[in-house]
């Protein structure tokens, strides 16, 4: 069955470093992969996208990459702020729509 | 910019009572979903409406029903509640089935079955 596997643990981060989280998948070729960021109490809210044809995404302090030989995609946060903890996200996409989210990593940056 | 709204945003009900939880989206979207999320299970999908009039199961949608009674609202019901449907729910819309587009998440209904 489709699998996605995110860090089970809690990632502890020093304020002003850059924060890596790993989305692997199995199973599956997903078509796009989206991140989003879940604060305590809210919804997800939609970071990034990137499409199996690119290798890197930016978008101001993130990063995002998808290795569909790995089947993995990897999400940076650079010069990491205590603001920017929260849960974060992989959500694999198919070209038939079926998005499958992970479990979520959570993201603790320490000041 | 209202967005996705869910209501009521917390509620406790006995083992065996029926509720309805409200969604209602201003953004014109066609597609809208409802998901649950359990500790260390993530978000599961129950129901999806690809469009006004349709609607189609997800991976958990057992003891669940839906209306999407227009474009803008879709509603979900537990016509018997049961302790393992003790969850927060949410409720997402997207513009479309297919697409780029990412979905938008209303900020939960916390739902405790006793």
């Known amino acids: 069955s489709q699998k996605i596997e995110q860090n089970s643990e809690a990632l502890n981060i020093q304020e002003g470093k850059t924060a890596t989280l790993t989305c692997n998948y199995t199973n599956y070729s997903p078509a796009y992969l989206q991140w989003y960021r879940q604060d305590p109490g809210r919804g997800p809210v939609f970071l990034l996208l990137?499409?199996?044809?690119?290798k890197e995404k930016r978008k101001e302090r993130l990063k995002v990459t998808f290795d569909t030989t790995l089947k993995q995609s990897l999400f940076h946060i650079t010069a990491s702020q205590p603001a920017d903890s929260a849960t974060y996200l992989c959500a694999p996409l198919n070209r038939d729509d079926k998005i499958i989210f992970g479990k979520g990593t959570r993201l603790h940056i320490l000041p | 910019n209202a967005g996705v709204t869910q209501t009521p945003k917390f509620q406790v009900l006995k083992t065996g009572q029926s509720m309805t939880l409200q969604c209602a989206q201003d953004?014109?979207?066609?597609?809208m979903y409802w998901y649950r999320q359990d500790p260390g299970m993530g978000l599961r999908l129950i129901y999806y409406?690809?469009?006004?009039?349709?609607?189609d199961k997800g991976e958990v949608p057992n003891g669940y029903n839906v209306s999407r009674l227009n474009k803008r609202e879709f509603s979900l019901r537990l016509e018997s509640a049961a302790p393992s449907q003790t969850s927060v729910y949410f409720c997402?819309?997207?513009?479309?089935?297919?697409?780029?587009?990412?979905?938008?998440f209303g900020d939960g209904t916390r739902l405790s079955i006793l």
């Open positions: 990137i499409r199996e044809n690119e």
């Open positions: 953004m014109n979207h066609n597609s």
């Open positions: 997402a819309s997207r513009v479309d089935r297919v697409g780029l587009q990412p979905q938008h």
């Open positions: 409406s690809a469009s006004e009039g349709t609607t």
